[in-house]
């Protein structure tokens, strides 16, 4: 019986078996890699996808539905809850009362921090006209975006140069308005560069809801102007109704809406 030859592979053999290896170690790398990057790239999606979730529920939540409420200061004087900062937002808003909450009403303050955008709660009356490190009660934080650059706001008012335009503001503070602006717009900027905006209508900025502030303050600029332009005329000797100085025109052109004396240096 004669014995069994073994073949031997050539070197061709081997150069093509190692070359095919290397192919589909290379295939499954790629695959793996894709499978990767696809993973990661979800993730972070999710994550912002989540984050855009949480400022949407701030927005709709909170935002939406800020009312005017006033406090007294120490000189008895009554001033508004509510401070609008270019990178912080102050204000209060209504909220479900049930269960052992302390009332309908939530103190907020919006800005960045550390790369966070953080959202702070008190059931508490938080006044903007005190310094934070004056206050006795801490405030109850909650991280809504993080890798957070920049937080920036612009409130929406009835134009006084054209009428029946929005123009936005860089500030509204409380000191200058006694009013709620008409709406919110908050521009959030990543660390990455990406930015992304919302806007919500105030719901507390109506005449009504304002205490008829803003159509009260409107007619008493109004009847001011009127009494303003009878006696340039007459110191003038002319008849009034042939021409409009710059202030009448100005009430006339922002149909109630709030006429605020002091607002001219607004920076827009």
């Known amino acids: 019986m004669s014995p069994i030859k073994l073949r031997r592979f050539t070197l061709i053999e081997l150069i093509i078996a190692i070359a ?31 984050e855009y979730m949480a400022i949407d529920n701030v927005m709709d939540s909170h935002i939406r ?15 508004l809850i509510f401070n609008g900062d270019e ?18 009403l939530l103190f907020v303050r919006i800005f960045v921090e550390e790369d966070k ?10 006044l903007p006209w005190i310094e934070e490190e004056q206050e006795s009660m801490p405030w109850t934080r909650e991280i809504i975006a993080e890798n957070v650059e920049e937080v920036t706001f612009a409130y929406a008012e009835k134009s006084t140069e054209v009428e029946g335009q929005i123009e936005f503001l860089e500030t509204y ?5 006694s009013v709620l602006p008409l709406g919110i717009k908050m521009t959030v900027r990543w660390l990455d560069g990406t930015q992304e905006q919302w806007f919500r209508r105030v ?27 009878s006696a340039a005329s007459r110191n003038t000797g002319t008849v009034s109704g042939g021409g409009r100085s710059s202030g009448s025109s100005s009430s006339s052109g922002n149909p109630g809406g709030a006429v605020r004396p002091g607002r001219g240096g607004r920076t827009r």
Do not use: C
Not at 117 to 126: C, F, H, T, V
Not at 173 to 177: A, G, K, S
């Open 87 to 104: 990178h912080e937002l102050h204000f209060t808003t209504l909220r479900r009362s049930y269960g052992d909450r302390p009332g309908a």
């Open 20 to 50: 095919l290896m290397v192919m589909i170690a290379s295939i499954v790398a790629m695959t793996g890699m894709s499978f990767y990057n696809g993973y990661d790239s979800s993730v972070r999606a999710t994550a912002k996808l989540k």
């Open 173 to 177: 503070l409380e000191e200058e308005n």
């Open 65 to 79: 539905n800020i009312v005017p409420f006033k406090w007294k200061d120490d000189d008895g004087t009554s001033r």
């Open 117 to 126: 955008l953080i959202a702070a709660y008190s059931p508490y009356p938080r």
């Open 203 to 229: 719901s507390g900025s109506s005449a009504n809801s304002s205490f008829g502030e803003r159509t009260a303050t409107a007619s008493t600029t109004s009847a001011a102007a009127q009494s303003s332009n």
